[in-house]
């Protein structure tokens, strides 16, 4: 069972680090959590997660539980994938997700 929007974001909220230049943007029909400017992760009004992974890593990210490929529109945006609300009711998981998000994050320059 995926969760509500609302409540995904305070899960992640809780779980980043205080120390992070975190900030919060609306984008892509939610409110996206950015790294030094650069998108992080962004709940999704499904209960899942679009989670930015990076090109080099992208395949890896698809082949976990949950994930498939970012569409919009008949589009597929490389280096973002949405993780189904199913498999990120694990705070652990949830965790992973967003660690992968910031390796990849953290080698981009601050906007």
Excluded: H
């Excluded at 992080?40 to 209960?47: N, T």
């Excluded at 890593?57 to 994938?81: C, H, I, Q």
């Amino acid at each position: 069972m995926s969760l509500p929007v609302e409540e995904l974001s305070d899960r992640i909220r809780n779980l980043l680090e205080q120390r992070l230049a975190i900030t919060e943007q609306k984008m892509f029909g939610g409110r996206c959590f950015m790294l030094s400017g650069n998108m992080l992760v962004c709940p999704m009004k499904d209960g899942g997660l679009l989670v930015r992974v990076g090109k080099e890593r992208y395949d890896e990210s698809l082949a976990l539980p949950g994930a498939r490929p970012m569409t919009m529109g008949s589009k597929t945006m490389a280096g973002f994938v949405e993780v189904s609300g199913d498999v990120l009711e694990d705070d652990e998981v949830l965790l992973d997700w967003i660690a992968l998000a910031r390796g990849f994050v953290e080698t981009l320059p601050t906007k």
